[in-house]
């Protein structure tokens, strides 16, 4: 996903604005404060420290020492009690030239982190357990010069761990690329909100850092797993095409022959056949129909313990699994759960879209008390559940409650009904072993 | 001893260079420790190790020790230096110095990461730091410039490297590294330094002009010198050791020349600028008396005072602790050190703490005919020499009677007298002798045929007929001695070459000189040179050795600068400075001030009288001078605004007219364009379906591509032809 900026220089204009304004500000106040009667000396210097003071105080908000810098800062000083004890002269220099390594590292990380811009490059969509790269296009303000040492990390509230990416150089109205990677161990929506471009470039005394807004969202899939035995079963041949199905691993067969006719492709004419007529003849495939499936998930939690989350996110994921292996054996998948709070019933659909939908309604499940499993089945329409495979996946033991009524009436409508739940899941499915150790520990 | 190669990522992200940048500043930073230090071995052995690592670096390869080795290493370095200093008397900062070098060494053959560079470096600094407190030359200075430079370079080199290893960690496939992989920025990091260490240098500067100087104490009394070799100058003067002397270039000494208003008075002739003189000889040898006396001569009267030149002095501390001044120097002063004043007004400098500057006093001296006051002052402070002090003096007969036998003439004319000294007739016989030992003698610095055994005024007389200043001044002082006259011999500079540049006389260490000093009762102690001139001359030479004197002679001569007026920066010449700059600006503000009221009545009387002043012409013509740079400037910026936006995408090309018209054709008549369809697809529908003639729309559409995709240009010919076949199409669909 990318998320544009603006302006190139991620409101670089600002900061430099309301540098100035400090600076102006600052020799404002050193104007105001100088003695009335003193001389146009004394007010210029009050004028020129007022606005050092200001200048300072800008910096002070995107500088700061690091470690090795204060070290080095105390180092300073004491090169300068000797040098002002032993009138040596080549110590006065040497502690200038150490002066002069912190200021103008100041100066240059500062001036770095503000010319770079950065845009975040990463995907919209992850899986729990798997790793995720997530990159960045630095690029260097027309003014900037070139950037060295640059480091792009995630900040603001609630961000996620994730390591910081480098570039080593940035060149001058140029970009260059970082990234990192990152391995969600929970399901959920991870929020990005701000980016931290830091520098300690040249020599790794001062840190220089800038923030960015930069809000984008990136949905982490339940973990993939894998199901034991045969919970689907194979679908019926209902429409026949001259061509096979687009998707792989189906199960097309012969149908017949017809007429070629004006756009079929030639590919698919059967020349053995076409060789005894006076036109051409083409093959007919059979594509098995699409049966449904409906996964209703049941995620209420009866007590907070790590055992019951760790039952509901099982649940999840056998859903997200089951959901996942139906689309790609060519199933039609809707779901009833409960996401973002609310009762969420998505229609049954094929496609990649559906997958994307279902499955991030998944990642937002969330413990709730709104919306329990008899409610989620009777939101299911009479006519959805016509030849359809209804899946109850029970991440919370109240399957069990059900009542018969509710029961029967669905197994009236449906083709099948299978409730899973308690020590079943089990049965019919194997955690990934990653995501199962992860949360065992 | 393992060697293991750089890792692809090590390679792939230039550890070479930022190894080798940090055994440069490694390798500086002992030399300037051994420079420092006068001491070559502990350097010579880092340069070993660091030749090492540089060709194993050179190669992606690290050597590495094992740490079992490095830490015995690194035990056995500590007890040997401790059990050294403590056994010796070292200076702590120099075994410091040792112990930081030879911890630096283990460190290099130790398996390194990011962290041990940054060790290694920080420790060269602190040997830098060591140095820095024991040496203040100039090439300490030029070789600290240098690890500025590699130190600046090291350090940077190491953070990008540790940049570009992270970023590098964080790729699958090093050997497919994507188009953002841009290697190793070394242009950039090379402009960046350039801006760094300016920065580093000019705050250097600023710090060290302005930071107020301590009174010292606690440290170190004065290293003493080695004055010894600086021609003469000594508290003996030894003859007739068989030796070759080098007189060198080096500037040691340079004096201003005031009158008692204070003004520069210029060129002064040749100058006698003594510091000692002697008056026993004995066994080849001038010696001082085996205590001098400490005199408290009574202060000048204001008078005489106000008729003494002023001579401002600085030289360089080697030549501690004689002051150097054409006699008579009634008086000597300096903020920098104690003056003291012996008999015969002689001086000593004791400096009170430790000093790598230059020394700076100011002599006042008595000079051109006397005024009776300055004369009996002088009688007063300077006893007259008694004739007495001659008596003991041990001259070969064989001088005696050739100093007889030049100076016949004058010495019947003195015939009789009670007293045979301090008279004019004194001065003849000098002078005789002089002009006698000129024609006899000339002057050379290889004395290596001088017989110790023998007298050396009789060698230099009899034998040699050669030597240089010390045997002319001896002989002459010798023969003037035994023939009753008062005279003694003295050593110091003779000044003759004057900087008009610098406005001073600069002194060089060949202008050592000796002479001898003739008392007479109306004059006082005259010089009388008895070398023969010409030695004054450079030395003579040709092709490259002339060159490399004349370098030599620069060197020098940027180390007396150096030392006068960088090291010797104290806070007189700071508050010197900032009253010099307090009244530059003062002086600036007035003159805007001026010039500002010059405008305001120029304008108020262009205005009332219309009149045009000088003022209010050069107003307007510098308004618009400026005005004209402003424009000139953003007429620049204008141009090279595009250039500066070069990274952004170049937006697509105007399609030319007749395609646009073609365009507005078909859409009209329902045909509008897909942007999935391109321009011959478009043409091969509006054919099928509008039937549009297709010869007639093939050739449009052909030309649009020439001039759209081949870069290729269409003569005004063919672009007509395309309008008139788009017109012919619009007309066929209207009809």
Redesign the interface.
């Known amino acids: 996903m990318q998320i544009a900026l603006g302006r190139h220089g991620n409101g670089s204009l600002g900061l430099r604005v309301r540098a100035w304004a400090w600076v102006a500000a600052g020799a404002v106040a050193g104007a105001l404060v100088a003695p009335a009667h003193a001389g146009?000396?004394v007010r210029l210097a009050c004028v020129a420290g007022g606005a050092l003071a200001g200048a300072l105080w800008v910096a002070a908000g995107t500088v700061r020492l690091t470690v090795?810098g204060w070290i080095f800062l105390g180092a300073s000083v004491l090169?300068?009690a000797?040098?002002?004890?032993?009138?040596?002269?080549?110590?006065?220099?040497?502690?200038?030239?150490m002066?002069?390594?912190l200021?103008?590292s100041a100066?240059?990380s500062r001036r770095m982190a503000i010319a770079v811009g950065v845009r975040r490059d990463c995907p919209a969509r992850c899986r729990q357990g798997r790793a995720v790269a997530v990159g960045y296009v630095l690029?260097s303000g027309?003014?900037g010069?070139?950037c060295?040492?640059?480091?792009v990390e995630e900040s603001g509230r609630g961000a996620p761990e994730l390591p910081?990416?480098?570039?080593?150089?940035v060149?001058?109205?140029?970009?260059?690329?970082?990234?990192?990677?990152m391995t969600p161990s929970r399901r959920g929506r991870i929020h990005l909100e701000r980016l931290a471009v830091t520098t300690?470039?040249?020599?790794?005394l001062v840190f220089a850092s800038r923030e960015l807004r930069q809000e984008a969202t990136l949905v982490v899939w339940p973990a993939r797993g894998r199901l034991i035995g045969s919970l689907l079963q194979k679908g019926e041949a209902l429409v026949a095409s001259p061509s096979p199905s687009v998707r792989a691993g189906g199960q097309d067969e012969f149908y017949g022959l017809r007429e070629y006719r004006l756009g079929d492709s030639a590919r698919w004419i059967h020349w053995r056949r076409s060789a005894g007529r006076r036109e051409p003849v083409i093959r007919e495939m059979s594509r098995p129909r699409p049966r449904t499936l409906w996964v209703v998930l049941e995620t209420h939690l009866p007590d907070s313990s790590a055992a019951s989350i760790g039952r509901r996110e099982r649940a999840i994921r056998l859903a997200g699994t089951l959901i996942e292996d139906s689309l790609a054996a060519g199933y039609r998948v809707g779901a009833a759960l409960v996401s973002a709070g609310r009762c969420v019933v998505i229609a049954p659909a094929d496609r990649r879209a559906q997958r994307h939908r279902l499955l991030d309604a998944l990642a937002g499940v969330e413990d709730h008390t709104t919306c329990h499993l008899p409610e989620m089945l009777g939101r299911l329409r009479q006519t959805w559940l016509r030849h359809a495979h209804v899946v109850i996946i029970d991440g919370s033991g109240s399957a069990d409650a059900l009542a018969e009524e509710t029961l029967s009436r669905l197994r009236r409508h449906c083709r099948s009904l299978s409730i899973i739940g308690g020590d079943r899941v089990a049965e019919v499915f194997e955690d990934d072993p990653g995501v199962a150790r992860a949360e065992g520990d | 001893m393992p060697v293991e190669p750089f890792s692809a990522i090590d390679v792939r992200s230039g550890r070479r260079r930022v190894e080798l940048a940090v055994l440069v500043t490694v390798f500086v930073a002992s030399a300037m420790f051994a420079l420092a230090e006068r001491q070559l071995l502990f350097a010579a052995i880092c340069a070993i190790g660091v030749i090492v690592h540089a060709l194993a670096a050179w190669r992606h390869v690290e050597i590495h020790a094992h740490r079992m080795v490095l830490n015995g290493s690194v035990l056995v370095v500590s007890a040997v230096l401790l059990a050294r200093y403590l056994s010796s008397d070292e200076d702590i900062l120099i075994s410091l110095g040792h112990y930081v070098t030879l911890i630096q060494l283990c460190k290099l053959f130790e398996r390194k990461k990011s962290r041990d560079y940054v060790q290694v470096l920080v420790m060269s600094l602190l040997l830098v730091l060591a140095g820095a407190m024991k040496s203040q030359d100039l090439l300490f200075a030029l070789l600290g410039l240098g690890y500025l430079l590699s130190l600046s370079y090291a350090a940077m080199a190491l953070m990008v490297w540790r940049s570009l290893t992270a970023a590098l960690q964080q790729e699958t496939f090093l050997a497919r590294l994507g188009p953002g992989w841009r290697g190793w920025p070394g242009r950039a990091v090379l402009g960046r330094l350039g801006v760094v260490v300016i920065a580093m240098i000019a705050t250097a500067v600023a710090v060290f002009l302005v930071a107020p100087r301590g009174a010292g104490g606690g440290a170190p009394p004065l290293r003493v010198p080695s004055a010894r070799g600086a021609g003469g100058m000594a508290d003996t003067v030894r003859l007739g050791e068989p030796k070759s002397l080098y007189l060198s270039d080096r500037i040691v000494l340079r004096m201003v020349l005031r009158s008692p208003g204070g003004e520069d008075l210029g060129p002064s002739g040749l100058l006698y600028l003594r510091g000692r003189s002697f008056h026993d000889y004995v066994d080849s040898r001038w010696r001082t008396p085996v205590r001098r006396r400490q005199h408290f001569p009574p202060q000048p009267l204001a008078d005489v005072l106000n008729r003494t030149v002023r001579q401002e002095v600085q030289m360089l501390p080697s030549l501690l602790p004689m002051a150097f001044a054409t006699y008579p120097a009634v008086a000597v002063s300096s903020s920098q050190v104690v003056v003291r004043t012996f008999d015969d007004l002689e001086y000593d400098l004791k400096p009170p703490q430790l000093l790598d500057s230059s020394v700076r006093y100011t002599a006042r001296v008595l000079t051109g005919p006397l005024s009776p006051r300055a004369r009996a002052y002088l009688r007063a402070v300077t006893p007259r020499p008694r004739y007495e002090d001659l008596a003991g003096l041990e001259v070969s007969p064989r001088v005696e009677l050739l100093a007889r036998q030049w100076c016949a003439d004058p010495l019947r004319s003195r015939r009789g007298r009670q007293d045979p000294g301090a008279g004019p007739q004194d001065l003849a016989i000098a002078r005789r002798l002089a002009s006698r030992l000129k024609q006899r003698c000339r002057y050379t610095l290889d004395l290596t045929g001088a017989d110790p055994d023998r007298d050396a005024v009789d060698d230099f007389l009899f034998r040699l007929r050669a030597g240089h200043c010390e045997y002319f001044a001896s002989a002459l002082t010798v023969m003037c001695q035994a023939l009753d006259v008062r005279a003694r011999l003295s050593t110091g500079f003779c000044a003759h070459a004057y900087d008009a540049e610098a406005g001073c006389y600069v002194v060089r260490q060949r202008d050592a000189h000796a002479w001898t000093e003739v008392y007479t009762d109306q004059t006082g102690w005259v010089v009388v040179d008895a070398t023969p001139s010409g030695r004054f001359s450079p030395p003579a030479g040709g092709g490259l050795g002339r060159w490399w004197t004349r370098a030599r002679d620069v060197w020098w001569r940027w180390e007396f600068s150096w030392h006068a007026e960088v090291i010797g920066y104290d806070n007189q010449a700071r508050r010197q400075l900032g009253s010099w700059m307090r009244n530059r600006a003062a002086g600036g503000w007035q003159a805007v001030k001026r010039a500002a009221l010059a405008v305001f009545w120029g304008l108020v009387e262009l205005f009332a009288r219309g009149r045009i002043s000088e003022a209010v012409v050069w107003f307007f013509g510098g308004m618009a001078a400026v005005t004209g740079a402003i424009a000139a400037g953003l007429i620049l910026l204008r141009f090279r605004r595009p250039a500066r936006r070069g990274w952004r995408a170049a937006p697509a090309p105007k399609p030319p007219a007749f395609f646009v018209h073609l365009l507005h054709v078909l859409h009209r008549h329902g045909l509008g364009r897909d942007p999935s369809r391109t321009p011959r697809e478009l043409a091969r529908q509006a054919v099928e379906q509008l039937h549009v003639p297709a010869g007639a729309l093939d050739e449009v559409v052909s030309l649009y591509y020439r001039i759209r995709w081949s870069r290729g240009s269409a003569s005004a010919e063919e672009i007509r032809a395309a309008e008139q076949h788009v017109r012919r199409i619009g007309e066929i669909l209207s009809a």
């Open positions: 146009w000396m090795a090169v300068a000797t040098a002002i004890n032993s009138g040596l002269p080549l110590l006065f220099a040497m502690f200038g030239c002066l002069g390594a200021h103008v100066v240059l690029r027309p003014r010069g070139a060295l040492s640059v480091r910081p990416a480098h570039c080593g150089y060149p001058a109205r140029g970009e260059a690329f970082a990234r990192t990677e300690s470039f040249p020599f790794g």
